[in-house]
C-alpha cells in the first residue's frame, strides 16, 4: 500500500487523446482543455482589496505558467501595491509547479487547516492489455525552509484555525503585523482603523430593537431613526444604513468607511450624545437635542 497521494490506479477503455503529443485528436483535446481552462479564468477566481490595504486572491488551481502566466501577471499587478496580501487556497486542488514558482512570495504566514498532503508531479501511463491508465509520481518536492517533505503529512499551519474562519483570521493577522511595523502615527491609525472593522466581523453583534430605538434621535444637525429593524444615519441629502460593530459603535453602510460613531451613555442607561469617529483618529461629539 502506497502512502503517496498522487500514485492512482484508472480504468480507461482507450488511451485518452492528449496522452501522446502526436496521437489522432491530441491537438484537439489540448485545445478542447484550453478553452475550459480559459473560461474559468485560468483558475483565478477573485482579486481585490480589503480594508487596511491588504490585497486578496483566491486563487483555485495552478494552471501551468505557460498558459496562465498572462493571467497570473495581471492578478499579481493589481495587488502590486498592497501593504500584505492573502492568498486564498482552501478551494485549490494544486497544479503544475511552474505556476506556484511564478507567484510564490519570499515569506508567508499559513493561516487554517493542515493541508492534504499533496506533492509530488506525476505523469499519466497507458496500460495497453489491462485498460488501465496509472498516474505515477515521478518527482519530490522539498521544502527550501524544513528540507522536508510534505507528501501524506500535508502542511501545518502557523495560525490554526477553521477553514471557513481562515480568511478573516488572516486579514486580522496581517493588520496586526503591519499596525505593529508602522513606524508613523498615521499608519498605525490607518491599520487599527481597519483592524478594529475585521474583529467586528469576527465577532458580529446584534443589537436588541429595543436597544436600537433608544438610539434614535436628534443630535445637533445628525439625525437617527429607526426603521424595519435597523438603525439609520441621516444628515442633509443622504440615508445611510448603520451597521453594529459593537454594542454601541456603529459604521455606516456606504462602502467607504470613512465617518463611524459611537453612542454616548449614561451608567443609567440614557443616551446622551454622539460621538462621530473619523479614519484619521479626528472625534466630535454631538450632544443628543431631541427624541
Known amino acids: 500500500m502506497s502512502k503517496d497521494k498522487h500514485l492512482r490506479i484508472l480504468y480507461a477503455p ?3 487523446p492528449d496522452l501522446e503529443p502526436n496521437a489522432p485528436g491530441a491537438a484537439a483535446a489540448r485545445e478542447k482543455m484550453n478553452r475550459e481552462l480559459a473560461a474559468m479564468n485560468f483558475g483565478f477566481a477573485k482579486v481585490e482589496q480589503l480594508s487596511g490595504n491588504v490585497g486578496y486572491l483566491d486563487l483555485r488551481g495552478f494552471v501551468g505558467a505557460e ?6 501577471t495581471a492578478a499579481m499587478s493589481f495587488l502590486a501595491h498592497s501593504d500584505a496580501v492573502i492568498i486564498d487556497l482552501r478551494q485549490n486542488g494544486g497544479g503544475s509547479p511552474s505556476m506556484v514558482q511564478l507567484i510564490t512570495i519570499k515569506r ?3 493561516v487554517g487547516e493542515t493541508t492534504g498532503g499533496g506533492a509530488h508531479p506525476v505523469r499519466p501511463h497507458f496500460l495497453a492489455d489491462v485498460h488501465l491508465l496509472a498516474l505515477i509520481p515521478f518527482g519530490r ?4 525552509i524544513t528540507g522536508t517533505n510534505w507528501e501524506g503529512t500535508g502542511v501545518t499551519p502557523d495560525l490554526q484555525v477553521p477553514a471557513d474562519k481562515a480568511l478573516v483570521a488572516a486579514h486580522r493577522d496581517a493588520l496586526k503585523k503591519l499596525h505593529d511595523q508602522a ?3 498615521e499608519r498605525k491609525q490607518k491599520f487599527a482603523w481597519a483592524l478594529q472593522k475585521v474583529e467586528a466581523l469576527a465577532n458580529p453583534v446584534t443589537p436588541s430593537a429595543e436597544v436600537l430605538k433608544s438610539f434614535a434621535g436628534s443630535y445637533g444637525k445628525l439625525t437617527l431613526s429607526y426603521e ?5 444615519f441621516l444628515w442633509p441629502g443622504r440615508k ?16 467607504r468607511d470613512v465617518l463611524r460613531f459611537r ?4 451608567a443609567s442607561g440614557k443616551v446622551t450624545g454622539l460621538i462621530e469617529l473619523y479614519d484619521d483618529g479626528r472625534t466630535e461629539r454631538s450632544p443628543r437635542t431631541g427624541s
Open 14 to 16: 482507450a488511451q485518452p
Open 67 to 72: 498558459l496562465a502566466g498572462e493571467t497570473a
Open 108 to 110: 508567508a504566514t499559513l
Open 141 to 144: 518536492a522539498v521544502s527550501p
Open 183 to 185: 513606524q508613523d502615527a
Open 228 to 232: 424595519n429593524g435597523s438603525l439609520w
Open 240 to 255: 445611510l444604513r448603520a451597521v453594529p460593530m459593537t454594542a454601541d459603535t456603529f459604521t455606516l453602510d456606504d462602502g
Open 263 to 266: 453612542m454616548e451613555t449614561e
